[in-house]
């Protein structure tokens, strides 16, 4: 009966085997978030988190590196890396907030794998 045993213990030790690590880019994705801008008289669009802003003309860390805008219409598309909270702010021409508001992204993966992670892309609206 011991052969039997130390066979079954065997199989359960071997049948949980962890797979092949997986070797992931050391890399940072970019990640692209759209804004659809529906704010009359908008003039500069920020993404705020911790009280600091960017893209901004000042120099701040702000928890996300953010490229300038590409502005067609009343879209305003950002790529870079995104703090996980985040706070869309509005200006108008006179530098005058138009609209402050908390955004909680739907992130979809649009690149990469399961496993490693990947380029991100989400759409976000912001009203008066």
Same mark, same amino acid.
């Given at each position: 009966?011991?052969?039997?045993?130390?066979?079954?213990?065997?199989?359960?030790?071997?049948?949980?085997?962890?797979?092949?690590?997986?070797?992931?880019?050391?890399?940072?994705?970019?990640?692209?978030?759209?804004?659809?801008?529906?704010?009359?008289?908008?003039?500069?669009?920020?993404?705020?988190?911790?009280?600091?802003?960017?893209?901004?003309? &000042?120099?701040? *860390? =702000?928890?996300?590196?953010?490229?300038?805008?590409?502005?067609?219409?009343?879209? #305003?598309?950002? $790529? @870079?890396?995104?703090?996980?909270?985040?706070?869309? &702010?509005?200006? *108008? =021409?006179?530098?005058?907030?138009?609209?402050?508001?908390?955004?909680?992204?739907? #992130?979809?993966? $649009? @690149?990469?794998?399961?496993?490693?992670?990947?380029?991100?892309?989400?759409?976000?609206?912001?009203?008066?």
């Amino acid at each position: 009966m011991i052969p039997v045993a130390a066979g079954v213990a065997a199989l359960a030790v071997t049948g949980c085997a962890p797979a092949e690590p997986v070797a992931c880019p050391l890399i940072a994705y970019m990640s692209t978030l759209e804004i659809v801008v529906d704010v009359p008289a908008a003039e500069d669009v920020l993404i705020c988190h911790d009280d600091l802003c960017a893209p901004s003309r &000042e120099a701040s *860390d =702000a928890g996300v590196t953010v490229f300038p805008a590409v502005v067609d219409g009343d879209v #305003w598309t950002f $790529t @870079g890396q995104f703090p996980q909270d985040m706070t869309i &702010e509005v200006y *108008d =021409a006179a530098s005058e907030l138009l609209t402050s508001t908390a955004v909680d992204p739907d #992130w979809r993966r $649009t @690149g990469g794998t399961e496993e490693c992670g990947g380029p991100t892309e989400a759409s976000v609206t912001v009203r008066v």
